[in-house]
């Protein structure tokens, strides 16, 4: 039974949130932390048990340090903004308490996307007995522990692997974002980056399109190659892989806003004067646009994200595909949020279970894929992430 600080109070937080307090066994006490604590208490009214909630600038190290100090959890699980991760990290360490995040470290004035900055924090945790485990959402997360399980289960060798992220969801908005907008606009916009042949390959954002059709009759989609975190670790944990790639689905309406959007200077990232004032474009976008953590209401259809990999067992090739499908209005009616935050919450709730259960509690900094990846599978079924392993004839994009 332990104390654990979740600090980030959007839909991901909501998630989280309840999905630790049905497990009183493992999180015994729940401080829930924002920038803005009225978000905390709107969370904590929907849970059945007792989750206290303060308010921190996650920005701030001293300030997280000295509310550590106070509070002492076993755990952090950060699901509050990228740029926050080194903070919350560095008052980690300085209080002696585990770490737990959803995404990795980018700078707000430069849309890249590397594990550099948290890899170099190995030799510190490790020398102060803590664990912090990176990127435990859905992807990068479970997709990066799919490939570990089709690595230690299906395969003798992965030679390559592609990610597909599919949201087959509608809200009817003309145009909204499944999570931060900021974060997914700097991520959509940037150059798409893919694994062949021993290094990284560079091509433009969005430039290249293909058609997949999902299984259990969900339908098919219009993908596009693009650059995401998991790519990084799992080329680096995964040597003998030739080829990676992430796909994710779009729709033609949100492509032609964002289109529009770009070409106005709207999804920029760098400051510019405005009646006396130094405003950044995408942040000013972001209040335009819907709260995605408002979206469960009114978003249909479903996710289905999951893995392909081909390679080499016992001399022949092989291709397997592992994936997820999860229910928007099913997500909602349990948590009160869309599949998207439902996925990643139920993640990083896992994470955190298997770190206070000390079946992941390992001195460092960890990618889940380093890690034995057959608790966390166990756990999603258990919790609400069913998934599936079928064997594909063939397989092109």
Known sequence: ????????AGGVGNVVTQMCARIPGVFSEIVLASRTRKKCDAIAA????????????????????????????????????PYQDLAIMDACLAVGVHYLDTANYETRDTAKFEY????AYQDRFEMAGLTALLGSGFDPGATNVFTAYLAKHYLDEIRELDIIDINGGEHDYPFATNFNPEINIREVTAECRHWEQGGFVTTPA???????????????????????????????????LRRARFWMSFSDSYLKHLEVLGNVGMTGIEPVEHDGH?????????????????????????TCIGCVARGIRDGEEKIFYIYNICDHQVCFAEVGSQAVSYTTG????????????????????????????????????????????????????
């Open 116 to 119: 550099k900055w948290q890899w």
């Open 346 to 397: 139920v993640s990083a709730m896992i994470g955190a279970k298997l770190i206070l259960e000390d079946k992941w509690l390992r001195p460092g900094v960890w990618n889940l894929e380093q890690l034995d990846p057959d608790p966390f599978m166990e756990n999603m079924n258990r919790y609400g992430l069913p998934w599936n392993v079928i064997e594909l004839d063939s397989f092109e994009l």
């Open 278 to 302: 130094k405003i950044v474009p995408v942040q000013f976008l972001q209040t335009l646009l819907p709260d995605p953590a408002g979206l469960g209401s009114r978003t249909t259809g479903k």
């Open 206 to 240: 969005l430039s290249t399109k293909a058609r997949f059709t999902c299984p259990d009759d969900m339908g098919s989609f219009d993908i596009y190659c693009m650059y995401h975190e998991e790519l990084e670790s799992l080329t680096r944990f995964h040597p003998e």
């Open 46 to 81: 929907r849970v059945d048990g007792p989750v206290r909630t303060l308010q921190v600038d996650a920005d701030n190290v001293g300030e997280l340090t000295a509310l550590l100090e106070v509070e002492r959890p076993a755990l952090v699980i950060n699901v509050a903004l």
């Open 1 to 8: 039974m332990s104390r654990v600080m979740i600090i980030g």
